[in-house]
């Protein structure tokens, strides 16, 4: 029901910034709560994720401080602001919607994925 398109991603050297955007499709955008995620070859981890009206966020303890999530509801659109970035962020982000608004630093929790894109920091 909802298509998530991912943008931003590219290569950036250590301490640098990159903004990742996720347009989403659908008229219930601010009903979903939004969640970011990086994938490598050994795992899928929690990044960031924000509730439907943007009033609450949770971040991964990995990224507390250096990363950002928000929301622009009138362009169905979220936001992960990174900053001081390291080797170990290196990974594939997906954006995901999550209808259910119950666990949402647990991949299970959602129900829509985008098809991701690279992030990779050199050192």
């Known amino acids: 029901q909802v298509q998530l398109v991912e943008s931003g991603g590219g290569l950036v050297q250590a301490g640098g910034s990159l903004r990742l955007s996720c347009a989403a499709s659908?008229?219930?955008?601010?009903?979903?709560?939004m969640g970011w995620f990086r994938q490598t070859p050994g795992k899928r981890e929690f990044v960031a994720a924000i509730?439907?009206?943007?009033?609450?966020?949770y971040y991964a303890d990995s990224v507390k401080g250096r990363f950002t999530i928000s929301r622009d509801n009138a362009k169905n659109t979220v936001y992960l602001q990174m900053n001081s970035l390291k080797p170990e962020d290196t990974a594939v982000y997906y954006c995901?919607?999550?209808?259910?608004?119950?666990?949402?630093?647990?991949?299970?929790?959602?129900?829509?994925w985008g098809q991701g894109t690279q992030v990779t920091v050199s050192s």
């Open positions: 509730t439907g009206s943007g009033t609450i966020t």
């Open positions: 995901a919607a999550d209808r259910t608004t119950v666990g949402l630093t647990t991949t299970r929790a959602y129900d829509y």
């Open positions: 659908g008229r219930t955008f601010s009903s979903y709560a």
